[in-house]
């Protein structure tokens, strides 16, 4: 029979007062209501993979999906062990890149630019180690939603062209915000690359054409429902989703921006929010003198992050006392030291050392 919720976050409870600092849990913004309050800290990408950093800890249990646990992998100090609940948390957006069709599009892309040179990378954190590794190796940086702008402005000062991956959309509208003309943003799809290579020397971004399956299903046509339906309402997205939206949207940022964007407002004020569903019935539910409602109808679930439940949580946990490093994240040592080559430069270019 299954354990109850009670007996759970009772099991998971007494384990962190036995551990103590010994053992530090962090979830995102997304994931589960009942994992968020029985983490030591909750964040987006950028405010976990710091936290993670920072650390004394010796375990870390990351609630959130794969990329990110491995992110952290990467930045904690060798006897510091991360461990994700759900191995099998994966990420729409992460999937849409592997080393081997980037190596391809690189090899590709030298047919027409000295990409040594004049070809700047920058993934995305919603990556692998191995894509972060690649772009490490190759003088590039990574970037997280909130620290997109200043790494894209980073990029362009070094080098001519950034290939910026893999989410086509956060690419663009980070470009555009940075004034670059839409005649210098050019997509590559790795499954259709065109014959013609020629059209990429004009190139000053070149985007990967991902995109991240819950922030994609906001349509234009939602902001204008909303806009009729709810007048007085603003609308708040996050910039994975399409450049239609954003053009549409009063206020664009990151899940932190977004949180603050809500709690920041004045009492009274209503907000349709362009973000995974957990987020936004959070925000609606710690800011009762407002109003806060989905952008979307239906609105957006991020299955992966749903993945990780409290047995799951539980089950890592209990293994602990018993010297059982249940989810261990490894990350190979070769790849590990690309990809925190690329993650630096990340702390670089947003002037936060390393
Ligand atoms: S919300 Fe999108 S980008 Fe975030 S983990 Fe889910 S699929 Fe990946």
Request: proline content about 6%; hydrophobic content about 40%; glycine content about 6%.
């Amino acid at each position: 029979m299954m354990e109850k919720v009670g007996g759970l976050k009772a099991r998971i409870e007494e384990t962190k007062r036995r551990l103590g600092e010994k053992l530090l849990i962090l979830a995102h913004h997304y994931q589960r209501d009942e994992i968020v309050e029985l983490a030591d800290f909750r964040g987006d990408s950028l405010e976990l993979s710091r936290r993670a950093a920072e650390s004394d800890a010796r375990w870390i249990v990351f609630c959130g999906v794969h990329f990110m646990a491995e992110t952290a992998a990467i930045l904690v100090r060798p006897a510091q062990r991360v461990l994700i609940p759900r191995e099998d948390a994966g990420c729409f957006l992460a999937h849409s890149v592997d080393p081997v069709q980037l190596r391809d599009a690189w090899k590709q892309l030298s047919q027409v630019l000295d990409v040594e040179r004049e070809l700047l990378p920058v993934a995305y954190v919603n990556t692998s180690a191995a894509v972060k590794a690649f772009v490490g190796a190759r003088g590039g940086a990574c970037c997280t939603s909130s620290s997109a702008r200043q790494v894209l402005a980073w990029a362009l000062e070094r080098s001519p062209r950034v290939f910026f991956l893999p989410d086509q959309y956060l690419g663009r509208n980070t470009a555009r915000s940075l004034g670059i003309p839409e005649e210098e943003i050019v997509l590559w799809d790795p499954h259709h690359p065109p014959a013609d290579l020629s059209r990429y020397r004009q190139a000053r971004v070149i985007l990967w054409r991902g995109a991240c399956n819950v922030h994609v299903r906001f349509l234009p046509q939602d902001v204008d429902r909303v806009r009729r339906e709810h007048p007085g309402a603003q609308v708040v997205v996050h910039p994975e989703c399409r450049p239609e939206v954003v053009a549409r949207a009063d206020e664009v940022g990151s899940t932190s921006y977004i949180i603050r964007t809500v709690q920041n407002s004045p009492s009274g004020s209503s907000w349709a929010v362009g973000t995974e569903q957990r987020l936004v019935a959070r925000l609606a539910a710690e800011n009762p003198d407002k109003t806060v409602f989905s952008l979307g109808d239906p609105p957006p679930y991020c299955a992966y992050m749903s993945l990780t439940r409290l047995a799951d949580l539980a089950e890592v946990l209990a293994g602990l006392p018993l010297g059982e490093e249940r989810g261990l994240v490894e990350v190979p040592e070769e790849v590990r030291a690309g990809a925190a080559s690329a993650l630096n430069r990340m702390w670089e270019a947003i002037g936060a050392g390393g």
